[in-house]
């Protein structure tokens, strides 16, 4: 069971990680998580001096770390760049789409035929109803979708 210091502890390290695009303060973030998750039911210490505390060892493990291997540019063996990504906001908003318990499953059924490329007249006659029934259709799920993916962000 995790204590409500540790609790408290973990989720303001979460937030700063959710803030932060620093690949360094993301790597101390997740060891000082992982040194409040090794003792997660103690309450001695209160939140704040826990988290910053594990902050603390989180720097003197990367300190050491980056004092045993030495660092090495990448430049000189690849000039080639990688390419990011491009299409994970859309996996991430379909995996939203997949799970959320609060969409209907008939807009949950609609939007993710709308994902894979059909469109309000292919939707429109498989289901037998008129064109603007099913944009009409389409408007209010993607309506509350939109309002459900802002408060899923707003509360993470």
């Given at each position: 069971m995790i204590s409500h210091p540790v609790e408290a502890a973990i989720v303001a390290l979460q937030r700063?990680?959710?803030?932060?695009?620093?690949?360094?303060?993301?790597?101390?973030?997740?060891?000082?998580?992982?040194?409040?998750?090794?003792?997660?039911?103690?309450?001695?210490?209160?939140?704040?001096?826990?988290?910053?505390?594990?902050?603390?060892?989180?720097?003197?493990?990367?300190?050491?770390?980056?004092?045993?291997?030495?660092?090495?540019?990448?430049?000189?063996?690849?000039?080639?760049?990688?390419?990011?990504?491009r299409e994970y906001p859309v996996v991430e908003i379909l995996e939203w789409l997949r799970v959320e318990p609060r969409i209907s499953?008939?807009?949950?059924?609609?939007?993710?035929a709308l994902a894979r490329g059909e469109d309000a007249d292919s939707l429109a006659h498989r289901e037998g109803l008129p064109v603007a029934r099913m944009r009409e259709r389409i408007s209010r799920a993607r309506k509350a979708a939109r309002q459900l993916w802002k408060a899923s962000v707003l509360a993470a």
């Amino acid at each position: 069971m995790i204590s409500h210091p540790v609790e408290a502890a973990i989720v303001a390290l979460q937030r700063n990680a959710l803030a932060t695009f620093d690949v360094y303060q993301l790597d101390r973030i997740d060891r000082a998580l992982d040194e409040l998750l090794r003792n997660p039911s103690s309450e001695a210490t209160p939140a704040e001096y826990r988290a910053r505390s594990a902050m603390g060892h989180a720097y003197e493990v990367l300190k050491r770390r980056k004092a045993i291997t030495p660092l090495v540019s990448l430049e000189g063996a690849h000039t080639e760049r990688g390419i990011g990504d491009r299409e994970y906001p859309v996996v991430e908003i379909l995996e939203w789409l997949r799970v959320e318990p609060r969409i209907s499953q008939e807009q949950r059924t609609l939007l993710m035929a709308l994902a894979r490329g059909e469109d309000a007249d292919s939707l429109a006659h498989r289901e037998g109803l008129p064109v603007a029934r099913m944009r009409e259709r389409i408007s209010r799920a993607r309506k509350a979708a939109r309002q459900l993916w802002k408060a899923s962000v707003l509360a993470a």
